[in-house]
């Protein structure tokens, strides 16, 4: 059986609060889920920054924000974000630190930077060999870099609507997979 699952949709289409609202119904059903979410900062009706917020805690770091990276930083800029190394590290350790307590762990939002080997890509690597169900939280424009990166089979279990009828499906799909993955 797959030991991963796929949270995927367009651009905007808030796909971050599905994986809160998927971590929180499989939490209610008394599996331990962990990793991370991405949320955006916006002003003026703008993205400018996105911060990671670790599920189950209440930590939470800024790993991107609009501008260029200053000169001697130990910041990569990509597009029109820069990247903070630092802030994706601790982002990544609460990824792997999931990945060994939790039965899943979520990964938001993976996409060009993983694929390019930066941002989450080690600890989601690492959390793809372990115990855990991984779902991975992927925009559909990037979802074909992202399952060719990774060498990902096919999931044990899809969401690309929130229509409830899905929705109650995918958590069915995950609950059984990760119950199984829990089994000796």
């Known amino acids: 059986m797959a030991r991963w699952a796929l949270l995927v949709g367009g651009k905007g289409d808030d796909k971050s609060a599905l994986a809160v609202r998927v971590a929180a119904e499989l939490g ?9 979410v991405q949320d955006p900062i916006e002003e003026d009706g703008e993205r400018r920054a996105y911060v ?11 790993v991107a924000r609009e501008g260029a990276a200053a000169p001697g930083a130990t910041e990569a800029a990509v597009c029109s974000y ?25 990964i938001d939002e993976v996409s060009k930077l993983e694929v ?8 989601i690597r690492e959390a793809l060999g ?28 899809t969401l690309e609507s929130a229509d409830e009828g899905a929705f109650a499906r ?7 997979a990760a119950t199984a993955a829990k089994a000796p």
């Open 52 to 62: 990671a917020r670790r599920l189950g805690g209440p930590e939470t770091v800024v």
């Open 170 to 176: 995918f958590l069915e799909d995950l609950a059984r």
């Open 28 to 36: 209610a059903r008394g599996l331990r889920v962990g990793g991370v």
């Open 130 to 157: 372990g115990h855990a169900v991984v779902v991975l939280v992927v925009r559909g424009d990037q979802l074909f870099s992202v399952v060719e990166r990774f060498d990902l089979g096919e999931p044990c279990a």
């Open 82 to 106: 820069v990247f903070d190394a630092g802030a994706f590290e601790r982002a990544r350790e609460w990824i792997r630190q999931g990945s060994r307590e939790a039965d899943v762990v979520v």
């Open 116 to 123: 390019a080997r930066g941002g989450h890509h080690d600890a």
